[in-house]
């Protein structure tokens, strides 16, 4: 059943905003049809005695919980492996791992080769910071599955990420047994590449969908990205709406989170987006 998550970091700015305490934001929320929220993994740990009571108060669960890791440089595994046992605690079934980048130098060389997807598959076959994070991801991987949890990648809006190109992400989806992707609508145009095409093509591996959606800005003029601005889902210039259909026909049954970080006004941005996506709510 596709269900409403939303940042729980959206949720605090909201309380910095507009002076509501964090239970007032979270039931505002509910109302929306929000039944979810997506969690960083170190600030529930650091917060869980506080968090995770408010969370039932206010009848929400954690969707998906995501962490930064430098699976590239970094072999000990033990933080992951204890973030999945925690995701498990909570009957959270999905992780999001930013799991590494590389050199200034490698990023670029990937960069540079990215747009077909054999030139793609010989440059990460013989970088060694992606193979480190093949063998991280790949162990991980079957450790969460035995605790019945899902690890993912996203198209991440980072330039030295090798994980932010549609080829790239293929080719971890193709490597990593057991790996799967969320898609995060709005980060290709980041890489100014066309996120109807990598939908398309990594739409197998599927698991969880960041509703991110981009307004457009008129010193941006590339060829799929027109900016990179903040906006409510459904309000900007991405096709989310052919994008939630297409998935819907495909009978995704996973979360549609809102996305839309530093928003001016988060209760409102909150509120707007939420409306959009309830037309594909299947609650």
């Known amino acids: ?12 700015q909201a309380c910095e905003q507009s002076g509501k305490t964090i239970p007032e934001v979270l039931a505002f929320c509910r109302e929306q049809g929000i039944s979810a929220v997506e969690m960083n993994y170190s600030l529930f740990t ?28 970094d072999t000990d595994l033990g933080r992951a492996q204890q973030m999945l ?11 999001l791992f930013v799991a590494g980048a590389l050199e200034t130098a490698e990023a670029a060389e990937l ?18 910071s992606i193979q480190n994070m093949v063998h991280a991801l790949s162990s991980l991987a079957e450790y969460a599955a035995l605790r019945g949890v899902s690890i993912t990648l996203e198209d991440f809006d980072g330039f030295l990420q090798p994980f932010a190109r549609t080829y790239p992400l293929l080719w971890f989806m193709e490597h990593v047994p057991g790996l799967r992707y969320t898609l995060d609508i709005g980060n290709f145009a ?5 996120v109807s095409y990598a939908a398309w093509l990594l739409k197998d591996y599927i698991v969880h969908v960041h509703c991110k959606d981009r307004a457009e800005s008129p010193l941006v003029h590339g060829r799929f990205c027109r900016g990179l601005g903040q906006t409510p889902a459904g309000t900007g210039y991405l096709p989310m709406a052919k994008l ?25 941005f909150i509120e707007q987006s939420a409306a959009f996506l309830r037309q594909w709510v299947s609650e």
């Not at 059943?1 to 729980?8: A, E, P, Q, T």
């Not at 046992?85 to 992780?95: C, H, L």
């Not at 980041?190 to 066309?194: A, K, L, Q, T």
């Open 1 to 12: 059943m596709r269900k409403l998550s939303v940042f729980y970091e959206h949720i605090l």
């Open 190 to 194: 980041f890489s100014d590449e066309d």
């Open 244 to 268: 939630l259909t297409d998935l819907e026909a495909c009978d995704y049954d996973g979360y549609l989170a809102i996305e839309h970080f530093d928003a001016p006004d988060q209760l409102s």
């Open 46 to 73: 650091s917060e869980k005695e506080v968090i995770a009571p408010m969370l039932s108060n206010a009848g929400l669960v954690i969707s998906c919980m995501h962490e930064t890791f430098d699976f590239s440089h």
């Open 85 to 95: 046992d925690t995701a498990a605690s909570q009957q959270v079934s999905r992780v």
């Open 111 to 128: 960069a540079a080769c990215s747009s077909t997807y054999e030139a793609t598959s010989t440059f990460m076959a013989e970088n060694k």
